[in-house]
């Protein structure tokens, strides 16, 4: 089932995020944790995507256990330095397997001097102009609410997005963030602009010190006061400290869906245990709001 389908006006959708293993490892784990993702009943799962393609095998055969436990796959694709045909051909090995939905991607810039080289991607609006040619599938973006590091500025980070969304983006979904004032913000500037597909509020539950610290170095996610001091009081018990950040997360989405947001994206970092508290903390919330 193609993702913009399930995106309907005044209904809530709560989707999971899972990534693969290196090539060649783990892979019977990971299959694992697709069932036990696909058994919370998420509208659906997206896949990512390895930079340069280096998982491409498992991120496809990974979808591709989603759509068979009978939950949409949103596969990720990157793009940036790679040869378009290589790309678009991994694009026909998703659709060969079942797979009608795909996060288009940029990916990180490579450090080589030579990009871009004729007949590489740039940026992931010319994959975008590509996978909508092709004609089959749904077609999901990236979004920024804090502003992607390196755009000169909010309003130039939207312009960008506008430019993804007239090129074909059904839906995009937003980079985690911990401050819902934050998003707020970030959709009226959206819509302010002319961008009126879905967007996604992307959530991921911090449940330990560690992964706050490298949540912060990777993406510069900024970190409200109330999530510091919970951090401060519980960071060093590994067990309190997850139960308070599935309880953040919890009242994130709480008030998300209080406020009319009506997708929510979980990173769940391969955890179906957080996730499936979470769920279960929302379970009336989401009921609510169903068909």
Do not use: W
Not at 33 to 51: C, D, N
Not at 86 to 110: H, K, Q, S, T, Y
Not at 182 to 199: D, T
């Amino acid at each position: 089932m193609k993702i913009k389908n399930l995106l309907k006006p005044g209904q809530v959708t709560v989707s999971c995020e899972i990534f693969p293993p290196k090539q060649g490892t783990g892979l019977p784990h990971a299959r694992e944790v697709v069932h036990a993702i696909a058994a919370l009943q998420p509208a659906f799962v997206s896949v990512t995507y390895g930079a340069g393609g280096t998982n491409c095998a498992n991120s496809i055969e990974l979808a591709a256990e989603v759509e068979k436990c009978g939950v949409p796959a949103l596969a990720h694709l990157t793009c940036v330095s790679a040869e378009k045909q290589e790309v678009l051909a991994v694009a026909r090995r998703f659709a060969a397997n079942g797979i009608e939905n795909i996060l288009a991607l940029r990916g990180d810039l490579p450090k080589d001097d030579s990009f871009p080289r004729d007949g590489q991607y740039r940026h992931a609006c010319e994959l975008i102009t590509d996978l909508k040619e092709m004609g089959n599938f749904c077609i999901g973006g990236a979004c920024y609410p804090e502003g992607h590091v390196e755009s000169a500025n909010k309003a130039e980070d939207l312009q960008y997005l506008k430019e993804k969304a007239d090129a074909g983006c059904d839906f995009f979904t937003s980079q985690m963030f911990f401050d819902n004032d934050l998003f707020y913000n970030f959709l009226y500037r959206a819509l302010a602009v002319g961008i009126h597909v879905p967007i996604l509020a992307g959530i991921m539950p911090l449940t330990s010190a560690k992964q706050m610290r490298r949540c912060v170095e990777l993406s510069g996610t900024y970190l409200p006061r109330r999530f510091l001091s919970l951090v401060d009081r519980f960071g060093s018990d590994p067990a309190t400290m997850k139960q308070a950040g599935i309880a953040y997360a919890t009242e994130q989405i709480i008030d998300l869906i209080a406020n009319g947001v009506e997708h929510i994206h979980i990173y769940t970092m391969n955890k179906p245990d957080v996730a499936a508290k979470i769920l279960s903390n929302l379970s009336h919330v989401i009921s609510s709001h169903a068909d």
